[in-house]
């Protein structure tokens, strides 16, 4: 049964940063493609970064370039997102998700869209203060 556990989440000040963590279980991920979504109160989810579990591509929504950088440890399992410079607008619950590299990869418009997405985490809260 393949399990995607979020954590790292939490309340930070503006500037601040946030590491999240993804532990990984019950399949391998080798051809995956693994994201960052996220859903700010009374909104969509919307995509925030995702990338090849095989570490290459990636992609990086607009709003989080040059901020946040997705990453993985295939010794752990795990899928990281660093948060630096969190603005208040980052708030929202963040999920982590997963799917097939020939369903989804990072280049394809596919990319964004929840629905193309297999496998999700319960999330985790980011709260900004201002």
């Known amino acids: 049964q393949v399990q995607l556990v979020e954590s790292g989440g939490g309340l930070v000040q503006a500037g601040g940063s946030l590491r999240l963590s993804c532990a990984a279980s019950?399949?391998?991920?080798?051809?995956?493609?693994m994201a960052w979504f996220r859903q700010p109160p009374g909104k969509e989810r919307e995509l925030v970064a995702a990338?090849?579990?095989?570490?290459?591509?990636?992609y990086y929504a607009n709003f989080v370039k040059g901020r946040f950088t997705i990453s993985r440890d295939v010794t752990k399992n795990t899928l990281y997102l660093q948060m630096n410079s969190l603005k208040p607008e980052d708030t929202a619950v963040y999920y982590c998700?997963?799917?097939?590299?020939?369903?989804?990869?990072?280049?394809?418009?596919?990319?964004?869209?929840?629905?193309?997405?297999?496998?999700w985490g319960q999330g985790t809260q980011v709260t900004v203060s201002s």
């Open positions: 990338m090849r579990w095989s570490g290459s591509n990636s």
């Open positions: 019950g399949r391998t991920f080798t051809d995956y493609t």
């Open positions: 998700a997963a799917a097939p590299s020939w369903v989804v990869a990072p280049s394809s418009s596919y990319v964004v869209a929840p629905s193309s997405y297999d496998y």
